[in-house]
C-alpha cells in the first residue's frame, strides 16, 4: 500500500541534543524541523520517517504523535485518545502495547492513564473494524501516553528498540557511552573525516564506531530492525528502497586513520569486538597504551576522547593525574586538536588547557563539559 499522508512525528533525543537533531533532520531534508524540549517535531510520511529512523544519529526514537490536547480528567484523555485515528495506521491484530508518564499533572496516576488510554483504542478500534475481538496477534505498535502539565501526547514508536541500539554492543564496558551520545560528540567536535581521529581512552571502542560510521556515510540503522518495516499500512517497497539507498551509500574506503588506546586489556577485548560486530574490522587499529607514553606517528590528530571522571571518591586524583597529561599529549603532536568530555568541573584547571568551545549536556545523569581545545 503506498502512504503520502503527512503525519505528525517527534524525534525524541536526550537533554541538550535537541538541536543537533533538528539539524541532522534538516540536512535529511526534513526542513520544517523545530526542536522543543526532549525533542524535535517534524512532518513527513511514514515512508520518509523511516529514513529518519535510518539515518538520525543522535535521536533516541521517532516517535507518531497520533493525538495531543489537554486532558484535566479521566474522561477527557479518553476522549482523546478514542478519537485519534488508530484504525488508519493500526490494522485490526495489531498488538498495542501501552507505556506511560505523568509530569506535573492533574491525572497522576501513571498505571490509570496506561489502563485508560488502552480501553480508548480498543473501543476505537472495534467500532472501526466492526468487531468485538482484537486478536493482538500482529505486529507491535508500541503506544504512549506522556503527561506533562495537563497536556497528553499519545505516540506510536516505529523503532522497537531505542535508535542507539545500532546492533554492534553486545557488551558494556566501565561506563561505556551511548552510541547516539558518541555520534553527536563526533559532530560537536568538528572533525569531518578529514584527518586522523584517536581516542586515548577509547574503552569499548563507541566513540571509534561511531566516527568511523559518519566518515562511510553509514547509516547508524543499517543493519538493525525496526518496527515500522513490519507495519502493512507503510509501503513496504518503499521502504526497503530506503534500505538499498542507504546501503549504496555506505562506503568503508572513506574511513581515515582512526585509532584507539587505553590501559586496560579487558576494555580492548570489548572494544575488538564491537568494532568487528559494527562491520569495521581492518578500519579501525586498537592497542593497549597508558595515555601518558601514548605516541602516534600522524600529526594533525584530532583527539576526541571521554575519559574517566573521577566521580568515585579516591578515584578524582588518579583522574587528575590522566588529565594533566593532556597537554603534553598535544606538544607531542604538532597541529593537533582535543575534544574531551568530563563531568569534573575543573578540567581545565587541571589540565592547564583553556577551552575554545565548551558544549553543556548529559552522559546519562551526569552532567558534563564537551569541551574543544
Ligand atoms: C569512561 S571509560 C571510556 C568509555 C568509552 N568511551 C566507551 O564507550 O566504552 C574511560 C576509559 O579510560 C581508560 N583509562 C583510564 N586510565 C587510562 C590511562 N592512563 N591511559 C589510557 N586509558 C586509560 C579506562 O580503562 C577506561 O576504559
Known amino acids: 500500500m503506498i502512504d ?7 524525534a525524541t533525543a536526550a537533554f541538550g541534543l535537541e538541536g543537533l537533531c533538528k539539524r541532522e533532520l534538516m540536512r535529511l531534508g526534513f526542513e520544517d524541523a523545530k526542536a522543543e524540549l526532549g525533542g524535535v517535531r517534524f512532518s513527513a510520511s511514514l515512508t520518509e520517517a523511516f529514513r529518519a529512523c535510518l539515518w538520525l544519529s543522535c535521536a533516541d526514537r521517532v516517535l507518531l504523535v497520533m493525538a495531543e490536547g489537554e486532558c484535566r480528567t479521566f474522561e477527557e484523555l479518553f476522549q482523546l485518545v478514542r478519537n485519534a485515528p488508530f484504525s488508519e495506521t493500526l490494522p485490526r491484530d495489531a498488538a498495542i502495547p501501552v507505556s506511560g508518564r505523568c509530569a506535573r499533572s492533574r491525572l ?12 480508548a483504542i480498543v473501543e476505537h478500534m472495534r467500532s472501526a473494524f466492526h468487531t468485538a475481538s482484537l486478536p493482538e496477534t500482529g505486529p507491535r505498535y508500541q503506544v504512549d501516553v506522556a503527561l506533562h502539565g495537563d497536556v497528553a501526547r499519545v505516540t506510536v514508536d516505529l523503532c522497537g528498540d531505542a535508535l542507539n541500539r545500532r546492533g ?20 560537536l567536535s568538528g572533525w569531518h573525516g578529514d584527518t586522523p581521529l584517536h581516542d586515548p581512552c577509547c574503552g569499548t571502542g563507541t566513540l571509534l564506531i561511531e566516527a568511523a560510521y559518519r ?9 538493525r530492525a525496526f518496527d515500522i518495516e513490519k507495519w502493512p499500512y507503510a509501503d513496504a517497497r518503499a521502504l526497503r528502497e530506503i534500505r538499498k ?3 549504496e551509500q555506505f562506503d568503508p574506503g572513506l574511513i581515515p586513520a582512526i585509532s584507539g588506546s587505553d590501559i586496560s586489556e579487558d576494555a ?15 578500519r579501525i587499529n586498537v592497542f593497549r597504551k597508558d595515555l601518558r607514553d601514548l605516541q602516534l606517528r600522524e600529526e594533525n590528530v584530532c583527539f576526541l576522547t571521554n575519559p574517566p571522571y573521577g566521580e568515585r571518591l579516591g578515584d578524582r586524583k588518579q583522574c587528575e593525574a590522566l588529565y594533566r597529561q593532556m597537554k603534553p599529549l598535544l606538544a607531542r603532536h604538532p597541529g593537533s586538536r582535543l575534544c574531551v568530555i568530563t563531568s569534573h568541573p575543573g578540567f581545565e584547571r587541571v589540565a592547564g588547557l583553556r577551552a575554545q568551545k565548551k558544549t553543556r549536556l548529559y552522559n546519562g545523569r551526569l552532567e558534563c563539559n564537551f569541551m574543544r581545545f
Open 4 to 10: 503520502d499522508t503527512r503525519h505528525t512525528f517527534i
Open 108 to 119: 497522576m496516576s501513571v498505571r490509570d492513564c496506561q489502563a485508560i488510554t488502552k480501553k
Open 168 to 187: 554492534y554492543r553486545t557488551w558494556n564496558g566501565e561506563a561505556p557511552l551511548r552510541e547516539t551520545a558518541a555520534a553527536a560528540l563526533v559532530t
Open 215 to 223: 566518515a562511510a556515510r553509514r547509516a547508524p540503522g543499517l543493519t
Open 245 to 247: 539507498d542507504a546501503e
Open 268 to 282: 580492548l577485548t570489548l572494544a575488538r569486538r564491537h568494532i568487528r560486530q559494527a562491520g569495521l574490522e581492518g
